[in-house]
């Protein structure tokens, strides 16, 4: 049962609407997943559940988010959630929520990680605090995979969020700031491993946690949100697709062989070129709906209807390279 992280150090790329349509196409796919937002800014959680039942979550119940899950561990009262609240969005996807103030928790992960060097076992806890709680919930609803999406920052909490992930895909918009972003993801990732690593090394014999190995195994990139024209990008984007696939390997898989062509969608580690699909996403978010799933009443009549069938053969495509990643067996056609 693999976790896969969804992860930039730039934002603004489509990430969490990535994460989100992934999720149901699993689902079409006949998988259970697990959809963690540990994204401080809880967009995927609004995106899942509307209005009425994020204020229900936020400002009446009160213990059905992440944030709460974690709180007695972080607050000194006790552990995580034996039972994290799980919101089950539909038969096959549940979904651990956001909260705004998971970003009060940045400091706590940050004093902790150097404690683990030291054998300290509340340091452990704290730093393991997000996997364990998605392991839960793996486990309480018999899920295939889990996918997590995080904010673009290389700070504490997603340095602890990543220690829980097998593989992270990296989605990537056409432009400098993405080409910048890898420079920077790259050797934070690997300094993440070889630190946990550290701190694996420290953990004392008593502790009666499970420690994450924190893999964080880059599984591949996926470029997002390009015009086209004639099918093809145009011109001011193709400049900075062309420069992806030598980036990724040089400051991601550290390799700097020579690219065989300029045709990234042939390229090894892109996983899928997704388009604006003719402007479906906000029809999908007044549906509150996956794109490839909008129908005629919904409003996507004419070229949109065409749009929609592409977008689920697009996203079919990727999320079949995602469940070989994450070796989860080939299903059969949905109903």
Same mark, same amino acid.
């Given at each position: 049962?693999?976790?896969?992280?969804?992860? %930039?150090?730039? /934002?603004?790329? &489509?990430?969490?609407?990535?994460?989100?349509?992934?999720?149901?196409?699993?689902?079409? @796919?006949?998988?259970?997943?697990?959809?963690?937002?540990? #994204?401080?800014?809880?967009? @995927?959680s609004?995106?899942?559940? $509307?209005?009425?039942r994020?204020?229900?979550?936020?400002?009446?119940?009160?213990? *059905?988010?992440?944030?709460?899950?974690?709180?007695?561990?972080?607050?000194?009262? &006790?552990?995580?959630?034996?039972? =994290?609240?799980?919101e089950?969005?539909?038969?096959?996807?549940?979904?651990?929520?956001?909260?705004?103030?998971?970003?009060?928790?940045? #400091?706590?992960?940050?004093?902790?990680?150097?404690?683990?060097?030291?054998?300290?076992?509340?340091?452990?806890?704290?730093?393991?605090?997000f996997?364990?709680?998605?392991?839960?919930?793996?486990?309480?609803?018999?899920a295939?995979?889990?996918?997590?999406?995080?904010? =673009?920052?290389?700070?504490?909490i997603?340095?602890?969020?990543? +220690?829980?992930?097998? *593989?992270?895909?990296?989605? +990537?918009?056409?432009?400098?700031?993405s080409?910048q972003?890898?420079?920077?993801v790259?050797?934070?990732?690997?300094?993440?491993?070889? &630190?946990?690593?550290?701190?694996?090394?420290?953990?004392?014999?008593?502790?009666?946690?499970?420690?994450?190995? /924190?893999?964080?195994?880059?599984?591949?990139?996926?470029?997002?949100?390009?015009?086209?024209?004639?099918?093809?990008?145009v011109?001011?984007?193709?400049?900075?697709?062309e420069?992806?696939?030598?980036?990724?390997?040089?400051?991601?898989?550290e390799?700097?062989?020579?690219?065989? %062509?300029?045709d990234?969608?042939?390229?090894?580690y892109?996983?899928?070129?997704?388009?604006?699909?003719?402007?479906?996403?906000?029809?999908a978010?007044?549906?509150?709906?996956?794109?490839?799933? @909008?129908?005629?009443? $919904?409003?996507?009549?004419?070229? *949109?209807?065409?749009?929609?069938t592409?977008?689920?053969r $697009?996203?079919?495509? @990727?999320?079949?390279?995602?469940?070989?990643?994450?070796?989860? =067996?080939?299903?059969?056609?949905?109903?």
């Open positions: 049962m693999k976790t896969i992280a969804f992860f %930039n150090n730039k /934002g603004g790329v &489509g990430k969490t609407s990535l994460v989100y349509h992934v999720a149901w196409m699993l689902a079409e @796919l006949e998988c259970r997943a697990i959809v963690a937002d540990l #994204d401080p800014q809880a967009n @995927l609004g995106m899942f559940l $509307d209005d009425n994020l204020e229900e979550l936020w400002e009446v119940k009160r213990d *059905h988010t992440i944030e709460e899950d974690i709180a007695p561990l972080f607050d000194g009262t &006790g552990d995580i959630s034996a039972q =994290p609240h799980i089950e969005m539909g038969e096959r996807i549940g979904l651990l929520t956001g909260n705004l103030s998971l970003s009060k928790r940045e #400091d706590e992960l940050s004093t902790q990680w150097p404690k683990c060097l030291d054998g300290d076992k509340r340091a452990f806890r704290v730093m393991t605090a996997s364990r709680l998605i392991d839960r919930a793996k486990d309480a609803f018999d295939d995979i889990a996918l997590i999406d995080v904010g =673009p920052n290389l700070g504490a997603n340095r602890a969020v990543l +220690l829980a992930s097998d *593989h992270v895909v990296i989605p +990537l918009a056409p432009d400098l700031f080409l972003g890898l420079r920077n790259g050797p934070t990732l690997k300094a993440w491993q070889q &630190g946990w690593q550290k701190r694996r090394d420290a953990k004392p014999d008593d502790l009666d946690i499970e420690l994450p190995l /924190g893999k964080m195994e880059p599984a591949g990139y996926i470029i997002m949100r390009h015009s086209v024209r004639l099918a093809r990008p011109q001011a984007y193709r400049r900075w697709i420069r992806i696939p030598d980036r990724y390997k040089r400051w991601i898989i390799e700097c062989t020579a690219i065989r %062509n300029n990234v969608a042939d390229e090894e892109c996983l899928a070129h997704l388009k604006d699909y003719r402007s479906l996403m906000p029809m978010q007044e549906a509150r709906k996956p794109m490839f799933m @909008l129908k005629p009443a $919904d409003g996507a009549i004419g070229a *949109h209807q065409s749009a929609v592409e977008c689920y $697009d996203f079919k495509k @990727l999320t079949e390279k995602i469940m070989g990643i994450c070796d989860l =067996p080939a299903r059969g056609e949905p109903e």
